[in-house]
C-alpha cells in the first residue's frame, strides 16, 4: 500500500506531513471555505467531538450506545470549605489497572471562571516501576468529549469497554505510562465531584489540567516537580491550548515544557454552523452537542444565557436527559427531529459572543506547542486548525504543525504517537523546541 498521500476532490495533493510550506497561503485561502463547510456540515457526526474509537483499540459493536455507569459512592461528598488550588481532597485506589501500572481516583481543590473555589475529580496513573532520578516526568492530559454530567468524568471506569472513560485510558494515557511518564487526567469541573459542568468552557478546563499538576506536586512524591507537559485531542486540544495560555498567569510556579494540541475544539465558527443545519430536516447528530453545550453554559453564565436564549420549549423540556447519560447516548436521544425541533432558528447572537470567547488565542502562549491534525477529520473541520496555526504562528509562539493527510479525527492520535512522542523526549531533556512557522 502507497503511503503517498491521496489527492482530493480538485485533483491537488495535500501538503505532506509536517509540511508547513504553503500552510499561511491555505490558511487564508480557505478559512472562508472553511466556515461554509461548517454550515454545510455532515450531521451525521458531532462537529467538535465525539467519543473516539482508537485504531489500536477494539470498536464497540455498529450501533452500541456509551455506557452511563453509576457514580460511585467515592465522590458522594460533603462540599469542603475553601482550600487553595491543588489542596487534595481525599484519593482510593482503581482496581484492574493492567499490570505494571497504578491507577488512582482523587478528589481536588480548583477554581472556577469567577475565581471561586470548586472541587474537581481526576485520575492519576504512573508505572509500578522504581521511578528514574528526580521522578517520573508528568503528563496533564485533557480529555476529549464524554458527555456533561457528573456520571460521565473519566476517572470513575476507566477499565469498563463502551464507557465513557475506556478509550481515552486505553489510547491515549497508557501509551504515555509506557513511555515512562505519569499522567494525571482532570475530569473538569462537574463531571465525578459535584459542580457545574464546563463543557467547553476554557478558561475553567485548563484551570483545572493546572491544578490537578498542582495536586500531584504535593501529593506524589516520585514524580518530578520540574518536567511536565500538557496533552490533549479534540476538546482536550481546546483544554490544552487554554491550559497553556493561562500558565504563566494563573499558575507561574510550575515549569511546564510545552503542550500538544491534537485536532482541537475551535469554536469561532460554530454557530454559523448550527445556523446552517437549522435548514435541514432531518435528524442531526450535531443536536445532543448544542444541547450539551446549552446544559453547561446556562449553569457557567447564568447572567448571560439561559436554556431558553438557545432552545425552544421542547429543547427545555427535553434538557434532564443531557444529564442523565453520556457519550453517545447524548446524541442517540436527539435523533427523533430535525435540530430546529429543539434549537432555537435563528442562532443567538449570545451564542456567537460565548463561543469567541472560548476559543483559545487571544494571546501570545509563554511555551512550546506541537499541534497536528488528520485531512480526513469529518469531526474537527481541518481548515480551522490551519487557520489557529497561522494565528498563533503570527503571535510569535513557537509551533511544529504536523499535517496527516490520510487520517481522520481518532487516527490522528495515533498517527502522530511517535512524532509527538519524541518531542515531549526533547522537552524534558531540555532540547530547544522546533518550530515550523515561517515568520519566525
Given at each position: 500500500m502507497s503511503n503517498q498521500p491521496e489527492a482530493d476532490d480538485s485533483g491537488q495533493l495535500p501538503p505532506p506531513e509536517g509540511s508547513r510550506a504553503g500552510h499561511a497561503v491555505i490558511a487564508i485561502a480557505v478559512i472562508v471555505v472553511g466556515v461554509i463547510a461548517l454550515a454545510l456540515f455532515s450531521p451525521a457526526s458531532p462537529i467538535i467531538d465525539s467519543p473516539a474509537v482508537p485504531q489500536n483499540v477494539a470498536s464497540p459493536p455498529q450501533n452500541a450506545v456509551t455506557l452511563t455507569p453509576p457514580i460511585p459512592s467515592f465522590y458522594d461528598i460533603a462540599i469542603p470549605p475553601p482550600a487553595a488550588p491543588g489542596t487534595l481532597v481525599k484519593s482510593e485506589p482503581v482496581?484492574?489497572?493492567?499490570?505494571?501500572?497504578?491507577?488512582?481516583?482523587?478528589?481536588?481543590?480548583?477554581?472556577?471562571n469567577n475565581n471561586k473555589d470548586q472541587v474537581v475529580s481526576g485520575l492519576f496513573v504512573k508505572p509500578t516501576t522504581a521511578p528514574p532520578a528526580g521522578g517520573f516526568p508528568l503528563i496533564t492530559l485533557t480529555h476529549g468529549t464524554t458527555g456533561t454530567n457528573q456520571h460521565c468524568g473519566i476517572s470513575q471506569t476507566p477499565f469498563l469497554p463502551n464507557s465513557p472513560s475506556y478509550y481515552t485510558?486505553?489510547?491515549?494515557?497508557?501509551?504515555?505510562?509506557?513511555?515512562?511518564?505519569?499522567?494525571?487526567?482532570?475530569?473538569?469541573?462537574?463531571?465525578?465531584?459535584?459542580?457545574?459542568?464546563?463543557?467547553?468552557?476554557?478558561?475553567?478546563?485548563?484551570?483545572?489540567?493546572?491544578?490537578?499538576?498542582?495536586?500531584?506536586?504535593?501529593?506524589?512524591?516520585?514524580?518530578?516537580?520540574?518536567?511536565?507537559?500538557?496533552?490533549?485531542?479534540?476538546?482536550?486540544?481546546?483544554?490544552?491550548?487554554?491550559a497553556a495560555e493561562i500558565a504563566s498567569e494563573y499558575a507561574p510556579e510550575l515549569p511546564i515544557q510545552g503542550a500538544v494540541v491534537l485536532a482541537p475544539g475551535l469554536l469561532p465558527s460554530l454557530p454559523l454552523a448550527v445556523q446552517g443545519l437549522l435548514a435541514g430536516t432531518q435528524p442531526s447528530g450535531q443536536t445532543g452537542f448544542v444541547m450539551e453545550i446549552a446544559a453547561s453554559w446556562s449553569r457557567i453564565y447564568p447572567d448571560q444565557m439561559s436554556p431558553a436564549d438557545i432552545l425552544t420549549p421542547a429543547g427545555v423540556a427535553k434538557l434532564p436527559v443531557v444529564d442523565s447519560v453520556c457519550g453517545n447516548q447524548v446524541f442517540d436521544a436527539f435523533?427523533?427531529?430535525?435540530?430546529?425541533?429543539?434549537?432555537?432558528?435563528p442562532v443567538p447572537a449570545i451564542f456567537y459572543t460565548l463561543a469567541t470567547e472560548n476559543t483559545p488565542g487571544s494571546k501570545r502562549i509563554q511555551m512550546p506547542i506541537i499541534m497536528a491534525q488528520g485531512m480526513k477529520d469529518t469531526t474537527i473541520i481541518p481548515q480551522l486548525t490551519l487557520a489557529f496555526d497561522k494565528q498563533l504562528c503570527q503571535m510569535g509562539n513557537t509551533v511544529d504543525f504536523h499535517i496527516y493527510p490520510n487520517d481522520t479525527h481518532p487516527g490522528v492520535v495515533v498517527a502522530s504517537r511517535d512524532t509527538v512522542q519524541s518531542w515531549i523526549k526533547d522537552r524534558f531533556n531540555g532540547n530547544p523546541a522546533p518550530t515550523n512557522c515561517t515568520n519566525q
Open positions: 482496581t484492574g489497572s493492567p499490570a505494571g501500572v497504578a491507577s488512582t481516583r482523587f478528589i481536588y481543590h480548583s477554581t472556577d485510558y486505553q489510547a491515549q494515557i497508557l501509551p504515555l505510562v509506557e513511555q515512562g511518564y505519569a499522567v494525571v487526567a482532570t475530569d473538569y469541573q462537574g463531571m465525578g465531584a459535584p459542580g457545574n459542568p464546563s463543557y467547553l468552557v476554557g478558561q475553567i478546563e485548563g484551570r483545572n489540567a493546572l491544578d490537578a499538576v498542582r495536586t500531584v506536586h504535593t501529593w506524589q512524591k516520585d514524580v518530578n516537580p520540574n518536567k511536565t507537559v500538557i496533552w490533549g485531542h479534540s476538546q482536550g486540544g481546546q483544554s490544552s491550548a487554554f435523533q427523533d427531529g430535525p435540530m430546529s425541533t429543539y434549537v432555537k432558528d
